[in-house]
């Protein structure tokens, strides 16, 4: 089982950056593949970025694409969202996902998820 920890979220004028961060454990943190994703109410997740741990790979939403930046720190089993130039269409719930090579399947975990409010 893997568990992830969100933290950083908050309120932030627009135009303004803040950074998320992710703690995993429970797994092999170097095999997983990680991302994040952001939730608005009556919503599905949205993919914002994701991390590929066999290549090194980072994929991004064309949403987010200069703006928003992922990095990863496998000696601290962590990731970190970095958000500049933020607008309120920002603002959403962010969730860390992780997915788990499993007896040739993903199995695929979530985080809590942490606010992000983009407001004047």
């Known amino acids: 089982q893997v568990q992830l920890v969100e933290s950083g979220g908050g309120l932030v004028q627009p135009g303004g950056s803040l950074r998320l961060s992710c703690s995993a454990s429970?797994?092999?943190?170097?095999?997983?593949?990680m991302g994040w994703y952001r939730q608005t109410p009556g919503n599905p997740p949205r993919f914002l970025v994701a991390?590929?741990?066999?290549?090194?790979?980072?994929n991004y939403a064309d949403s987010v694409k200069g703006r928003f930046a992922i990095s990863r720190d496998n000696a601290n089993n962590a990731i970190y969202l970095q958000m500049n130039s933020l607008k309120p269409d920002d603002t959403a719930i962010y969730y860390c996902?992780?997915?788990?090579?499993?007896?040739?399947?993903?199995?695929?975990?979530w985080g809590q998820g942490t606010q992000v409010t983009v407001s004047s």
């Open positions: 991390t590929i741990s066999s290549s090194g790979v980072t």
């Open positions: 996902n992780a997915d788990e090579p499993s007896h040739g399947s993903w199995q695929g975990y």
């Open positions: 429970g797994s092999i943190f170097s095999i997983l593949d």
